[in-house]
């Protein structure tokens, strides 16, 4: 796992290096002489400010961003990469009180059971593909393995238009929505699975 904090304090040619790797799930060393091509598959996991202050949406600060400012700073992490990241999720700031409550979530071991009953779905689905999960799915594994009801087709169809989503997004909504839906044991992708992994790609150009 690749763990980048800050993501659009990086240079932008160091973070457009990881196009190929994310895509590909391997890098390629190009020489005068000669070129090598090494595996690379890893998980990508970063993080970033909604805004250059942090305070945008945050209903207990101001924020003192403009509209161009919020817009550059975002922009500092390119559309390309973008879609190359299956989840964007906005984390907002945890009140004291629900921090200092005693809740108790869903307990891990729970979890971890529907979790390991979802890749146990995955294996078995990708037995003769030479893959074993929804996130490693090329175009002709989603044709064949991600079966939307029509609801699901109407509703991705519209998050398309009105989103103006790529298609790498797209790709990667059908494979999440594969995956939400192996979590319940759901044999088609329902519309609920599609809008649960619309709801996931927050930072997409169309939603700047």
Do not use: W
């Amino acid at each position: 796992m690749l763990f980048l904090d800050e993501i659009p304090e990086f240079k932008r040619n160091v973070l457009e290096v990881l196009r190929q790797p994310l895509e590909n799930g391997e890098v390629t060393v190009s020489r005068a002489v000669a070129s090598i091509t090494y595996p690379a598959s890893f998980m990508l996991v970063s993080a970033m400010n909604p805004c250059g202050c942090g305070f945008l949406s945050d209903p207990r600060h101001q924020c003192t961003c403009t509209p161009g400012q919020i817009h550059r700073y975002r922009r500092r992490v390119s559309g390309p990469l973008l879609d190359r990241i299956d989840i964007h999720i906005e984390v907002p700031a945890v009140p004291y009180k629900e921090l200092s409550a005693e809740y108790a979530g869903e307990k891990s071991e729970d979890i971890r059971k529907r979790v390991l009953a979802a890749r146990k779905i995955q294996l078995e689905r990708f037995k003769g593909d030479k893959i074993y999960c929804n996130g490693q799915m090329k175009t002709r594994h989603i044709k064949k393995y991600c079966k939307l009801t029509e609801d699901a087709q109407n509703l991705l169809e519209t998050a398309m238009h009105k989103l103006a989503l790529s298609a790498r997004a797209y790709a990667r909504i059908l494979k999440l929505s594969r995956t939400i839906a192996d979590l319940e044991s759901s044999v088609n992708i329902q519309a609920y699975h599609i809008s649960e992994a619309i709801q996931y790609r927050t930072l997409d150009r169309g939603q700047f």
